[in-house]
């Protein structure tokens, strides 16, 4: 697990385009508004409910468009 803060900036150019996008850790850190990677993993991505990342590529990402839905779903502000 890192704790690196989520300044890649390929993860912060995935975060804020449009469109359906599959989100690294890092790219759904920002999205969600988390402090950390590390913060996204262990506060956020665990949640009951948190959409179910896929593992087919060795590591793990989300489905932007799934990700957003939970949030307006009102589970999570973006200042998770």
């Given amino acids: 697990m890192t704790d690196r803060n989520p300044t890649d ?3 912060m150019l995935a975060a804020m385009l449009d469109g359906d996008r599959w989100l690294n ?3 759904c850190a920002i999205f969600v508004g988390a402090v950390s990677t590390r913060a996204f993993l262990e506060r956020i991505a665990c949640k009951p409910g948190f959409p179910k990342p ?3 590529t060795g590591r793990p990402v ?3 468009s799934e990700v957003d839905e939970w949030m307006e779903a009102g589970r999570v502000t973006r200042a998770a």
Avoid: G, M, Q, T
């Fill in 62 to 64: 989300w489905k932007r």
């Fill in 54 to 56: 896929n593992r087919k």
């Fill in 9 to 11: 900036p390929v993860a």
């Fill in 25 to 27: 850790a890092e790219a």
